[in-house]
């Protein structure tokens, strides 16, 4: 019995001990299954809290909320990941025309911004955008810090057509987001 317990105590360990803790923007792709990409340096902080910005006659809220150690599947293996998710809601004269602000990322991850990669020393963040309803506006948001409490836009969709079989026609399919460039968003 002593014996079992002990074997079973070690392999427990030599588990644990697999996992590696890597910065944030180092690959995935020679990473150890279990590897924990961890904000060590605290870059997502800057980006997390309430935003906002108009556009045409439209006010676009982003709340920013940093995720610690998120379960992540790539090349076939499991990681953990520190990273920022965007709910976001979109008005035009009082009236909502998108909003994901109550969205569980767990059920609804077509409607939310995950996924990041800080660059330019933590300057810059690039989100991948799963698009809406049938994943029209699919794309990336590039994020840019200019000060203590505004960053800069940028909203570049990959496509903005969808599959008329597969996608049911009583769903809306425009995008609310802005496709823009530099767009200033104000901390609140």
């Not at 602000?101 to 077509?110: A, G, H, S």
């Not at 203590?148 to 769903?171: E, K, L, V």
Request: proline share 3%; hydrophobic share 35%.
């Amino acid at each position: 019995m002593k014996q079992i317990i002990y074997i079973l105590t070690l392999f427990f360990f030599s588990c644990k001990a697999q996992e590696q803790v890597l910065p944030l923007n180092t690959s995935a792709l020679g990473a150890v299954p279990n590897s924990y990409f961890k904000d060590s340096n605290n870059e997502l902080d800057y980006y997390t809290g309430t935003w906002r910005a108009t556009f045409q006659d439209k006010i676009i809220t982003l709340k920013i909320s940093k995720q610690i150690k998120v379960l992540i599947r790539r090349f076939n293996k499991s990681f953990y990941r520190d990273q920022i998710f965007v709910r976001y809601e979109i008005k035009k004269d009082s009236v909502i025309l998108e909003s994901t602000l109550n969205n569980d990322f767990t059920n609804d991850v077509t409607l939310s911004i995950d996924g990041s990669k800080i660059q330019d020393n933590g300057n810059r963040i690039t989100l991948v955008f799963a698009g809406g309803n049938c994943s029209v506006g699919i794309g990336t948001i590039t994020l840019k810090k200019i000060n203590a409490s505004q960053f800069s836009w940028g909203y570049y969709p990959g496509t903005t057509t969808r599959n008329d079989i597969n996608c049911p026609p009583d769903r809306e399919y425009k995008i609310h987001l802005p496709e823009t460039e530099n767009l200033i968003f104000t901390k609140q």
